[in-house]
């Protein structure tokens, strides 16, 4: 069994992570500190947009921004010699577009459910908003941050529609699990197939423990 669809899985997993933390927390304070509420709906059906689309559709515009006729993938492939689409890195891409939701609704969700009491007591002590953000909201939001890291890992690992668009099903390159599944199953290797989602079942499985350990965490 070829288990580079694993490898590859898994690197685009632990990287995508890597952006959609920080992007979907960032995201997650911009939303939680605007007061003005128009705003601040018009920000979160924006980042939870990915969400809802269907993921061909999602890897449609990714394709279309990041293709090498789109303007960022033509901007890259004159200037830097970079071909996204169809690399790696637009799996990569096309992981962190589909999981930033969760991160974001989750982080934005733990943020939501802090007393202001805590913060307003900060203040009072003469911290910055800054020191006030990382010292005081976020290891109490900690817990729920935590939870959503980890659904946008699953998410990323189980992408298949948008990566399919802007990554495409290359052996060795961008081929990923669920890809490698629908590739077995098209060729009529069901054997094939059967170990790749035993594979991604016993990762899944060992998600949703993590899951209920840091949710546990949580309510104790």
Known sequence: MDFSPLI????????????TFFLGL??????????????????DGIF?????????????????????????????????AVKIAFSWGATVLAAVVISFPLMYRAARGALEQIDPVYADAARTLGMSEWRILLRVILPQAMPG???????????????????AMIAG???HKTRTLPLAIY?????????????????????S????????????????
Request: glycine share 10%; aromatic share 14%; charged share 10%.
């Open 8 to 19: 590859i899985s898994l690197k685009t997993a632990a990287t995508a992570i890597f952006f």
């Open 26 to 43: 960032a995201c997650a304070v911009l939303t939680a500190k605007i007061k003005n509420n128009y705003l601040k709906m018009t920000l």
């Open 48 to 80: 939870t947009l990915p969400l809802v689309l269907p993921p061909t559709v999602a890897g449609f515009f990714l394709l279309w921004i990041f293709g090498i006729e789109g303007p960022i993938g033509a901007f890259f492939l004159e200037y830097f």
């Open 145 to 163: 941050i935590a939870g959503g890291s980890v659904l946008a890992f699953a998410r990323g690992l189980g992408e298949f529609g948008a990566t």
């Open 169 to 171: 099903n290359i052996a």
């Open 183 to 203: 590739s077995e199953v098209a060729a009529g290797n069901f054997d094939t197939a059967l170990r790749y989602v035993i594979i991604i079942m016993i990762f």
């Open 205 to 220: 499985f060992f998600i949703v423990a993590l899951i209920n350990s840091v949710s546990g965490k949580k309510q104790t």
